[in-house]
C-alpha cells in the first residue's frame, strides 16, 4: 500500500473532543435510567459512627423513575452549582499559577531544576512522587489541582512530555489515598461501620502503599525515559509542541533573580499553607481557593506589576481554566442522572448477589472488583463506604472473608479507578489543569490500571489468608 494511502487510512478516525465523550457517557446514563429498574435501601444513622448508612437487609424495588432526556441540560448546570466551590479554585489556582509564569518565576525555578536533574529522572520523578503519595493518605489528589502546570512545565523541560507531568501529582497521590493508611473519608468511614479500631491494620496498608509506589515509580520511570529517548512516542507529541508550558530552550527561561525567587517564596509559602490547612484544619475548596487569590496578588505586587496588569494577567490565567471548569460540570451531571434514576443502589445490590456465589478464595477479589465497578456510579470515597460497607460487612461475615480484608478491597476499588473515570473530580480537573486530553491519558494509563489491579488482587488474597484482623 503506498505510504500516502496509509497516511490517509490513519488519519480516518478522530478521537472525540472530552465534551462529546462526557455527553456520550451522560447519553448512557439516562438510557440505564430506562433499563435499570429503580430500587433503594433504606437510610439509618449508625449508633457507632453516627453517620448515615444503608440498612443492608431493606433493599427494595420502588416505582420506576426513568430520566427525561429534556431535564439532562438542567443536571447539568445544578452540576455547576453544586460544585461552585470546586470550579472556584480551579480559576482562581489558574490565575495565581499564571501570575507566576507571567512574572517569569516558574520558567526561572525549571531552568534550574533541568541543569540539575536533566539526566536523572530515575531520582526526579520518585522523589516528587513521594511527596504527593504522603500527603495523600490524608488528602484528596483534588487538592492538587492547582499544582499541575507546574509539574507540566518541569515534565516538559526535562525533555519529557506533559503525561509525566500530571501522572507525577496522579499516579503518586493514587497510592497515597486508595491505599488507605490515613484516610479519614474512606478507611475512617469503613472501619466506624465495621466496628473496628480506628486505623486498626495500618501495618499491611503501609505495607500495600510501599508495594504500590514501587510498581507505580517503576512504570512512570520507564515510560519517562522511553520518551526522553524518542519523543515522538508520546501520545502528546504533537499537542506539547505547541504547550503554553513549553519553552524553546533553558536561555529562554530566565535566570533566578531576586523577584522570581520570593514569587517562588510565595508560591512555596502558599501551599505549605492549603496542606496545613487541609490536615490540621480541615479546610476545603473555599479556604484553598482564598489562599490562591491572595498569592495572585503578592506575585504580581513582588514581580513589580501595576495593578491594572495584575487583573489583566490574573484574568487571562482564570480563561484558561474554563475548560476544566465545564469538565467538571460535565462528569458531576453523570452521577446526577443515575441518582435521579434511583438505580445506584439497585447496581449496588445487584453487585452483592453475585459475590454470594463466588468460591472462597476469590471473595476478596470479588469485592475488590465490585468495589471497582460501584465507584464508576458512586465517586465519592465516603459516599461509597456508606453505601457500600453496610452491606459488603455482613456478607463477608457470613462468608468467611475478614473484615479488614473486606475494607482493603473497598479502598483498592474506591480508589485506583478514579484514574481512569472520567467522572473522577480529581483525575478531569488535573488533567485540564496540565492540558492533557482524557483519550490521550487513557493510552498511557489503561495498563497501568490493569496492572494495580493485579496487585491489588495479590495483596487481597494474601490479607485473606493471613487471616487480616483484628475481626
Known sequence: MPEKAISAKKKGFTMPHTFVILFVIIA?????????????????????????????????????????????PMMIVEAFVDNADLITLILLSGGAIYMLTAAGALQALVAVIVRRFSNRVEVFIPLLMLVFALICTTQGVNTFIGFAPITVMLALSLGLDSIVGVGIILLGGAVGFSTGTLNVSTTLVAQKIAELPNYSGIGYRWVCFAVFYVVTCFWLVRYAKKIQKNPQLSPMYDLDQNSEFKSGSLDDFGHLDTRKALCIVALVVALVIIVYGCIEKGWDFAEQSAVFLVL????????????????????????????????????????????????????????????????????????????????????????????????????????????????????????????????????????????????????????????????????????????????
Not at 48 to 71: K, R, W
Not at 320 to 343: D, E, H, N, T, Y
Request: with cysteine; net charge negative; proline share 4%.
Open 296 to 471: 495572585s496578588v503578592v506575585v504580581g505586587l513582588i514581580a513589580g506589576f501595576d495593578l491594572n496588569k495584575i487583573c489583566t494577567e490574573f484574568l487571562k490565567g482564570t480563561k484558561k481554566m474554563l475548560g476544566a471548569s465545564f469538565i467538571i460540570m460535565f462528569a458531576r451531571a453523570i452521577g446526577s442522572v443515575l441518582s435521579a434514576g434511583m438505580i445506584t443502589d439497585t447496581i449496588v445490590h445487584a453487585m452483592a448477589e453475585v459475590l454470594i456465589g463466588l468460591p472462597a478464595a476469590l471473595l476478596g477479589v470479588g469485592m475488590l472488583a465490585a468495589n471497582t465497578l460501584i465507584n464508576v456510579v458512586l465517586t465519592s470515597g465516603s459516599g461509597q463506604a456508606a453505601a457500600v460497607m453496610p452491606i459488603m460487612i455482613p456478607l463477608s461475615d457470613l462468608l468467611g472473608v475478614t473484615r479488614q480484608t473486606c475494607i482493603l478491597s473497598f479502598n483498592f476499588g474506591d480508589g485506583f479507578c478514579n484514574y481512569i473515570l472520567p467522572t473522577s473530580t480529581a483525575l478531569m480537573g488535573i488533567l485540564s489543569a496540565g492540558n492533557v486530553p482524557y483519550d490521550r491519558w487513557m493510552r498511557f494509563m489503561w495498563k497501568l490500571f490493569l496492572v494495580w489491579f493485579v496487585v491489588g488482587a495479590v495483596l487481597v488474597v494474601i490479607a485473606q489468608l493471613m487471616n487480616y484482623g483484628p475481626m
Open 28 to 72: 448512557i446514563a439516562v438510557a440505564l435510567t430506562w433499563i435499570i429498574p429503580s430500587g433503594e435501601y433504606a437510610r439509618i444513622e449508625d449508633p457507632v459512627s453516627g453517620s448515615t448508612v444503608v440498612d443492608a437487609t431493606s433493599f427494595q424495588y420502588v416505582e420506576d423513575v426513568s430520566v427525561n432526556p429534556l431535564s439532562v
